[in-house]
């Protein structure tokens, strides 16, 4: 499998780790009322589609950047590949 | 890896004096240089390695002040670049992070890249942890390609460009500084292992 590195080009997937589902990314505030429903729900409920899945990846034996890759988990075609910094602060973060 | 010590001087702990060692780091494939066909594998002398990364929140600060202090603006990831002087190599690994590679005989190589982009990033010296390899030579390309997963056709990997990968299990950087000259990087840990897996994949083309 080639992840297409969206700095560094294609690169055999070897190279990678695979993390799990890119919704880590969306981490819930602890001072919310229903925080502690909505951090069972973070922590161990996942979804488990058959296509199109959003997924995290490490680039350990590279540039050592996190990615999020939309990966279908019947085909394991590749459509996106982001920065996951990038996708982070679309979504607000400030870091 | 072998390290030479001498006592410089008595330092005082407690009621008692005791001397204070200085440790210096031998690389550990020092002086190694064969020659292999038309290829030459060489692990180069006083190598000298230090990262910078680039401050969360002071990045342009931290590009200014590199290329003020080397004379040349930090290149694109995956790509590097000479300085003006021609004597220092800045290779740019991510997004926020930088190896500056040069000959420098003295253990104090981040003091020296701290002191000349003026403390404006976070230097961190590597020179211990990493070994390197220079081979050059018309058919280095041809050896290589048998354990460099990147693609080093020179359209695709031209000179200067760098890339962080793996070969034969172990975490490989590797540059192309000329059109059949490449230098390789690896853990100095495994530096045997590392020179052993190169060294095979010469003798598979000579």
Known sequence: ?????????PRDAAEFVYLGDASLIDRPDWQDEDAMDQFHAYGYLRDNPAGEHKELWYHEQGDRSWLVVTRNTLTHEITNVEIARDVARARGRDK | MSRLS????LIQKGSVFVAEYTLIAEPPLAGYD?????MRLVAPADFALVSIALPLGREDKALKAIKTGYGVDLPEVGESILSKDGKVRLLRMAQDQAFVMFTHSKPDAAQ?????????A?????TDVWTALHLSGPSSRRALERICPIDLDTEAFAEGHVARTVMEHLGVVILRDAADSFV???ASSSAGSFLHAVETSIHNVT
């Open chain 2, 184 to 186: 390789l990087l690896s």
């Open chain 2, 34 to 38: 064969e020659t292999f066909g038309d």
């Open chain 1, 1 to 9: 499998m080639i992840i297409n590195h969206p700095l560094l080009g």
């Open chain 2, 122 to 126: 976070y230097v961190t010296d590597q």
């Open chain 2, 112 to 120: 020296v890249v701290s002191k000349k982009i003026k403390d404006s």
């Open chain 2, 6 to 9: 001498r006592p410089t001087l």
